[in-house]
């Protein structure tokens, strides 16, 4: 189980990447192992704001369509329209061409309410 050390994470199993204020958020790899192979990801809340723990699209696996909530607030500026056309990213390279979407912070300080690698590996070992 992957889970990089220099991200934040949600309970939702979303991974955060903070710099200066822009947000870069997709599923973890632990989400995508449960999902299993991802045909679909919907995003349609571009240049939306949005506060945290709000929908902003979901993510379809043969089995089951899940929804995507938002970790933190802020105004979603950019999809990664590659998943469009391969969605199988998230589960080949979830931390990487596999991101969803990047957010435009409104509020720093809700950076400090997600969890750390530890707290997180923490949740998905029981």
């Known amino acids: ?23 870069t958020i997709g599923i973890t790899d632990f989400a ?12 349609e809340t571009v240049d939306e ?4 723990e709000e929908v902003f699209g979901t993510v379809e696996a043969v089995k089951t369509v899940s929804d995507l909530y938002l970790p933190l607030s802020g105004e979603i500026i950019e999809f990664n329209e590659s998943l469009e056309d391969e969605p199988e990213k998230v589960n080949s390279d979830p931390y ?8 435009k912070l409104s509020d720093l300080s809700q950076v400090d309410d997600l969890l750390s690698a530890e707290d997180y590996e923490a949740i998905i070992n029981g």
Request: overall charge negative; aromatic content about 8%.
């Open 32 to 43: 995508q192992g449960e999902l299993g192979d991802i045909v679909y990801v919907e995003v």
């Open 1 to 23: 189980m992957n889970v990089p050390a220099d991200l934040k994470y949600t309970k939702d199993h979303e991974w955060v990447k903070i710099e200066g204020d822009i947000a």
């Open 96 to 103: 990487g061409e596999g991101w969803m979407i990047k957010l």
């Open 49 to 52: 704001t949005l506060d945290a």
